[in-house]
Every structure is written in C-alpha cells, then in structure tokens.
C-alpha cells in the first residue's frame, strides 16, 4: 500500500510526520509524495488553533471528494474527534516508536525536535493540553539521529521545541552536537530562558548561526504578564543580543488583539515593531481557544484584530525592505535548498535565513542542492533577495 502523507502544523509537527512515515515503512507500508499513486492518503493534523482546524477540515474534505481512502492521525484526532468526517479513517499511531525518520525537507536541512509538550501555560496556549508537559528527549536518541542524517550529507541541524531554554544542558548539546553538524540553528528561544552560557555559546560557537528566533509575543508589560509570560524587555534583551553577537539576525512573533489590549498598548507594539528594526517577524491574531486562561477575559473585536494585524505586517515590511537593500553589494555563504525548474532559479539561503518562513535568496543558476556557494546580492525582489555566484 501507497501511502502520501500531508503535514499541517509546524515544523514540529513535520518531525512527527518523518518519524511516522518511518514506522509506516517498517509495518511494510511505501512512502511516496506523489497523491495520484497513492492508495491512501494521510493527513497529519494540527488543532492548535480555530484556523488550523478549518485548515484541516478543508484539506480532509478536498482528500475524501478524490475517492481514495482517506486516513487522519495527529493531535486533532485526539483533542478534537468529534471534527473529523465519517469518511475519514482516524489512525492511532505510534510516533514514539524508534525508526529511523524519512526526510521531508530539501536534503540541505533537516528538522531535529529535542522535547514535546511545554509547562509554560501561557494564557492564550492549548499547546499543554495537546502535547502534554515538556518532555525533552534523551541526548543519545538525539545525538544518534543528527549523526544519521549527517552521515548522509544534511548540513543544517534546525533544534526546535517548544521551549528550547528548557531542555536540560541546552548548551552542552549543541556542543555535541557540533561535533557532527556543519551548521545548527536554534527555533523557539524564551526570552526569560536566555543565558550568558547560552549566548556565549551562539557568539563563539562557529558552527551555530548567528541567528535567533525569539517569540516575545508582546513588549507592553500589562499586556506580556496578562499572557501568563514573565516580563523580558525585549529592548534591553535585543541590544544585550546585538552587542554580543556581531552580525546576528533576530527573528521573533507578535500577536495583537489579546483580551483587553487598548489601541495605546498596540501602537507602544507597533512602535517598537518600527524601531528595533528585527529582521524577520511573524504576526497572528489572538484566538480564542476554550480551555485556556484568556477565554473569559474581556475580547478584542475581530474587526479590531485583524485591523491591527494589517497595520503592524506593513511596518515590519517596510522594515525588512530597507534592511533588504542596505546589504546589496554584500558578498555571503548560502546553501542551495533546491532548482524551481518552473522558474528558472535555485532557493538558496545563508545563516542569517531560515527556510519556511523567512524570505531567501533567488540565484538565476540551476545549483546543486546541499552544496554552499559565494553570493553576491545584488538585488531584491519583493521580500527576496537577489544573488550572482562568484566563486
């Protein structure tokens, strides 16, 4: 049986998805990407939030109108059964059994999940109730899997969890790490979880990139403390961070319309947004999920949030264009992910650049996908750079 797997959710939940295809594959099942050859198709779910799961109502719908056997496995199945169609098998699968995960990604990077689950218990967040506490993975089964795919050529190690400050000896890991990885980047570092050990560690450590991902989520501190999270200035943090770690790129996420933000607790938002000028950053709406803290405080107008929302992403484009066209003319290392045959040009990246969700680096040359080359940017498209190879 031909078994195409679609993954909803993050990069967290795609690490799942590897390790399931794995499984599969030993129970005697073949993986294939292609659905038209498939004889089933599997929908690896995410219910973190009321979009997600419209998200994946509509993509189980579009896959059941095929005819093909339908199957649905993921956190939805658990949290939300009562949602899934009755043409949809549900499929209780074993994801922590041990199997060698299939990559998903281009072969220039793979995704390595250190621990499931959170203790933080935001008040806006179901995570807790879906994944359960924060439970890291032993260090071997780490270490093991990172060789696996070193050996097998992947340059890039992306750690994520939903916490990554919380794992035990984070930083005595990445030197571990280190040993077998060419590059690592880190995903989901808390603000009130940094460490000077941590940071020495990204500005010494030639191997990690000079690269952040820090979901402050708000920086008005009635707002930040409503959210259950502890209070980090993100203005002393950020400049903490750039006086220590030259060149370093900072990415982060905001949310805006949370129960109770005035339109002067936004615009402080929206201001800082303007001035501190991160790299990259992701907005979204606050949700209202049952279950958690923030259902029953006093609710932002939808009509509200997504104003809000509209006005804070042309901030930060604005943002990232004019830091965009300020490096034209710099010479940079970057990886090629894959060719767009389509298009005509390779996706490429360099460490300052995460894949999926920051903009890349278009190169008009059919390169060698996992292998660095020298850039020159010499111009941006959209949110895109623009690079010539030469060397």
């Known amino acids: 049986m031909r078994v195409a797997i679609t993954t909803l959710g993050c990069d967290k939940n795609r690490c799942d998805s590897e390790q399931l295809a794995a499984n599969l594959r030993t129970k005697g099942y073949t993986i294939t990407g292609d659905e038209s050859v498939a004889d089933i198709l599997l929908v690896n779910t995410c219910s973190f939030i009321e979009s997600a799961r419209n998200e994946a109502l509509d993509i189980i719908n579009q896959k059941i109108a095929t005819g093909k056997r339908v199957v649905v496995t993921g956190c939805m199945t658990v949290n939300y059964p009562e949602l899934i169609p009755i043409k949809a098998e549900v499929w209780d699968i074993d994801k922590t059994a041990q199997a060698t995960k299939l990559l998903s990604t281009p072969k220039s990077y793979v995704y390595i999940k250190i621990a499931d689950g959170c203790d933080n218990r935001c008040a806006y ?154 790299d990259y950053v992701g907005f979204f709406t606050y949700s209202r999920e049952r279950g958690t803290t923030a259902y029953d405080m006093p609710q932002v107008p939808e009509k509200i949030k997504k104003s809000r929302l509209q006005a804070i992403e042309r901030v930060q484009s604005d943002v990232t264009m004019g830091m965009h066209k300020k490096i034209v003319g710099r010479v940079v290392e970057v990886a090629c992910d894959y060719y767009d045959g389509v298009l005509g040009y390779s996706v490429t990246r360099c460490q300052w650049l995460s894949p999926d969700v920051d903009p890349f680096i278009i190169v008009h040359h059919q390169l060698e996908p996992a292998k660095e080359y020298r850039v020159k940017i010499v111009g941006t498209h959209k949110l895109n750079l623009i690079g010539e190879i030469i060397s």
């Open 125 to 278: 967040c179901t995570i807790p109730s879906i994944r359960g506490g924060y439970t890291p993975r032993p260090k071997q089964d780490i270490i093991g899997e990172v060789e696996h795919f070193a050996n097998l050529g992947v340059p890039e190690f992306i750690l994520v969890a939903q916490d990554l400050t919380k794992y035990p000896d984070l930083v005595g890991l990445i030197r571990e790490i280190s040993q077998h990885a060419q590059k690592i980047r880190l995903h989901y570092i808390y603000p009130n979880g940094i460490t000077d050990e941590l940071i020495n560690e990204v500005a010494n450590n030639p191997k990690v990139c000079k690269y952040l991902d820090i979901p402050f989520q708000h920086v008005n501190k009635r707002i930040t403390e409503l959210m259950n999270r502890k209070y980090t200035d993100p203005k002393n943090l950020i400049e903490k961070f750039r006086l220590r770690i030259p060149n370093l790129a900072l990415r982060s996420t905001f949310m805006v319309g949370f129960p109770t933000e005035t339109d002067d607790e936004f615009l402080e938002l929206r201001n800082f947004v303007q001035t501190a000028k991160l």
